[in-house]
């Protein structure tokens, strides 16, 4: 029996010091919750050597979709096979509010790696940009996805500057979703949030469908 009590007061403590820590945790984060109140949107860069970023932005773009946020997504470097996400988005746009075919442009190209021709890949990607920045300068949006866009500048496909200048100057209350390796340290210098993916990839598992791509 004492040992029962002995256990009993030792888990009332355990309890007792678990409830305490998470009260002081709650003051913590209500009062930076309190301090956060800038309304705007935000640029998130989703970078790192794994796969997965173009998941994450365009898990970014269903959540604003249920929202019914009028939401552009723009993929610059991909290759033939279409992802799960595309599929839905290209099938489905007619039966989604704010947004239409009109809001989802690739680049078409494939991977540069698979093209091997660095003029054409420059023209597509100053074409592409072209429709990205439209978007950019468009306070109808509410979230753009930039796919793949940090390619654009590490190839120097893009000016760098430019692409700066144009998620600067977008409207107060657009959010902006990058995804891609590197894109340089201004881009990230400028980003709210940056995010670095890790994935199974690199361990040798091999990608999965509706889960990689």
Same mark, same amino acid.
């Given at each position: 029996?004492?040992? =029962? ?10 309890? /007792?010091?678990?409830?305490? @820590?998470? /009260? ?6 209500? @009062?930076?919750?309190? #301090? *956060? ?8 860069? &989703? ?10 932005? %365009? ?15 723009? /993929? %610059?470097?991909k290759g033939v096979q279409l992802s799960g996400e595309e599929i839905f988005l290209k099938e489905k746009a007619s039966l989604l509010p704010n947004f239409d075919d009109e809001d989802?442009? /690739? $680049?078409?190209?494939? %991977? ?10 420059? =023209? *597509? ?10 978007? +950019? ?10 796919? =793949?866009?940090?390619?654009?500048? *590490?190839?120097?496909? &893009?000016?760098?500057?430019?692409? +700066?200048? @144009? ?6 209350? $657009? #959010? ?12 990230? =210098? ?9 994935? @199974? ?5 091999? *990608? ?6």
């Amino acid at each position: 029996m004492n040992e =029962e009590n002995n256990n009993q007061a030792d888990m009332d403590k355990k309890n /007792q010091k678990h409830k305490k @820590a998470m /009260q002081k945790q709650k003051e913590k984060v209500d @009062a930076k919750i309190e #301090s *956060a109140d800038e309304e705007r949107g935000v640029l998130l860069v &989703l970078t790192g050597n794994g796969k997965g970023k173009s998941s994450s932005g %365009f898990g970014m773009v269903l959540r604003a979709l249920g929202y019914d946020h009028k939401v552009g997504v723009v /993929q %610059f470097i991909k290759g033939v096979q279409l992802s799960g996400e595309e599929i839905f988005l290209k099938e489905k746009a007619s039966l989604l509010p704010n947004f239409d075919d009109e809001d989802f442009y /690739q $680049m078409g190209t494939g %991977f540069t790696w698979n093209t091997q021709d660095r003029t054409a890949d420059i =023209e *597509a990607a100053e074409k592409t940009w072209a429709v990205a920045e439209k978007m +950019l300068q468009d306070d109808r949006y509410n979230l753009v996805l930039l796919d =793949e866009l940090t390619y654009m500048i *590490a190839y120097k496909y &893009l000016d760098e500057e430019r692409v +700066l200048k @144009a998620l600067r100057d977008r409207p107060r209350e $657009m #959010s902006v979703v990058v995804t891609g390796r590197g894109g340089g340290s201004a881009l990230q =210098e400028l980003a709210d949030t940056v995010s670095e993916i890790k994935h @199974a990839y690199k361990a040798g598992v091999k *990608a999965r469908k509706g889960v990689d791509f």
